[in-house]
Every structure is written in C-alpha cells, then in structure tokens.
C-alpha cells in the first residue's frame, strides 16, 4: 500500500460525536501491543470515539481491558479507519482521565496521520456491525460521548 499523508478533515464528521443515530454500524480499530510486545486489537464504536475540534480525540475503553492495560504501560495507540476511500492509520499519544462512568476515558494526540491506498481498489469500509438493541445502545453511545466531551487533561 502507499503512503501519503491524510487530512484530519476527511474523517473528523464521523467521529464527532452528533447523528450517532445514522452511524450506528461505523467505527475503527484501535491497536495497541501488549507486555509480550504482541499486537492486539480492539473495535470500536463511534460511540467510544470522540474527535475534538483540535484534532485531538478521546476514547472511551473498558477498565479492565487489555487494551486499557497496553495503553497505560505504553502511552500509544493506533486508530485505523476508512476516510475518502483510503485506510487512514492515526498514531496515538494518549493520557488517561479517570471517567465519571464505567469507563476509562483516554485524551489522545494525533503524532502522525498516514492514508494507504492503491491504485487498483477502493476501500469501502473497515468494520460493519449490527446492533441488537440499537436504542439503548444508542443512549449508552450518547452518554459516553457526553464525558469524552468533559475536560481532558492535555487539551489544549
């Protein structure tokens, strides 16, 4: 796959946090590497994903989670998804904030965005699900959203 550099813009609408309710089946996969310097992979919602006007994001993982664990030992992450027909890869630097809810919330700086692409196809999505109960996940996704939104640590 090539690389060149993607523009933040291209994907920020998705994860914004607003219209969760046409987004129900959209999301990226955020990569960590554990103690044993394995990869490991979570999915995530546009619920669990917040970009900030800065270009920063929030994350909203489960406490006891492995990727939770990667992401306090290594301060790093990477956030795949599909922006203008490409895969865009966001290299991470997050913090962690304690959430209010379940949840741990982390406040991440994008290092380095990176688009792939090749020539002979078109990426039409990273990840597709369906909900089982979309209106109380919906609610869920809402409320999560509504703390990624509260005060991070390293926001500018």
Not at 25 to 36: A, E, F, P, Q
């Amino acid at each position: 796959m090539g690389n060149v550099s993607a523009s933040l813009t291209d994907w920020t609408t998705l994860f914004d946090g607003r219209n969760l309710e046409i987004k129900l089946r959209s999301g990226g996969i955020l990569g960590t590497v554990d103690v044993n310097g394995w990869s490991h992979i979570a999915y995530l919602s546009v619920g669990e994903i917040l970009v900030h006007n800065t270009g920063n994001l929030s994350l909203a993982l489960w406490p006891a989670s492995r990727t939770t664990a990667n992401i306090i030992r290594s301060s790093r992450a990477v956030l795949h998804l599909v922006s203008d027909s490409k895969i865009c890869e966001l290299r991470l630097s997050a913090t962690r904030r304690t959430g209010i809810n379940r949840l741990t919330i982390f406040d991440a700086h994008v290092l380095e965005t990176v688009a792939h692409s090749v020539p002979y196809a078109t990426v039409r999505g990273l990840i597709d699900f369906e909900l089982h109960d979309p209106e109380v996940t919906l609610e869920r996704w809402k409320q999560q959203i509504s703390e990624l939104r509260g005060p991070a640590l390293d926001r500018p």
